[in-house]
């Protein structure tokens, strides 16, 4: 028995080795992209917030100060300079950690696995375990990082300038923001809208893992594109808009929910029971336009 486990404990050290280091740099490589992203996500966050709940016919001048993306970044800048576009950063960073470490740490090896395990030859069956993997590990990030996913879109929900921009949450510190929570709502106040963000990051990693995988492996091997920069910048920038057009809808979910105000007494939220309540409001006030709210500041940013 112990030369058996002496046989397989190196092979098992050397797996658990690769997904720590897989962890890790899927880890630091998202904290670098959301450096300068960060804007497009602060962006993103309050053109899904504008208007909610509110028929387009009937927002005023007044009530939609951003137009699109662009206009919206430079409004943001002008108002509030830099610290404004980059507010949240510091807990992106962590939920970034959370998130990304798990879904570029856990694919490919849940993957491989998967198709070793199966014995799976057919590209069709490739494919699904892709999907099924890229959303096992998003599910797994937004688990980990939901707390923080809740304190970021609160923060960047935030302007000093329009205050009727969704919910606004005045908060100190991510830690004590974190720290209030938990007192008055315990870890129900944590994880509130983490369904929503699991089945975003389900969506969003199920298409983004195996298109990006695919579409990368089809320009070099098929194409014979080399295996540049170049060609990882072009696979991404495809696969951004496969993931934005299956994921904005979630993403808006997700940012109401986590930014609605909270009734003290009951500690429900006070525009939305559930992700499905959510969505059904939208639909029905907003139209299905309001699912896509803030779809370039989202391309923008994924991409």
Sequence with gaps: MSSVNQQYNPVLKDKVKETAIGFVIGGLAACGAVTFTNPWEVVKTRLQLQGELVRAGALTEASRPYHNSIQALKLVFQHEGVRGAQRGLSVAYLYQICLNGSRLGLYEPVNTNIVKALNLQSDTSKLISGIFS???????????GS??????????????????????HEMESSY?????????????????????AMVRAGVGSAVQMPTYMLGKDLLVNRFQFPDTVGTHFATSMFTGVLVCLAMNPFD????????QGVDPATGNGL???????????????????????G??????RIG
Excluded: M
């Design 134 to 144: 890229g959303a096992f590990a998003g599910v797994v990030g937004a688990v980990l």
């Design 147 to 168: 707390p923080l996913y809740l304190i970021k879109t609160r923060r960047q929900s935030y302007s000093p300038i329009f205050k009727n921009i969704g919910y606004q």
């Design 176 to 196: 004590n923001a974190l720290k209030q929570i938990f007192r008055a709502e315990g870890v129900k106040g944590l994880y509130r809208g983490a369904d929503a």
């Design 252 to 259: 808006v979910i997700s940012t109401r929910i986590y930014n």
């Design 271 to 293: 525009l939305y029971k559930s992700p499905a309540d959510c969505f059904v409001k939208i639909v029905k006030i907003e139209g299905v336009r309001g699912l896509y709210k």
């Design 295 to 300: 779809f370039l500041a989202h391309y923008l």
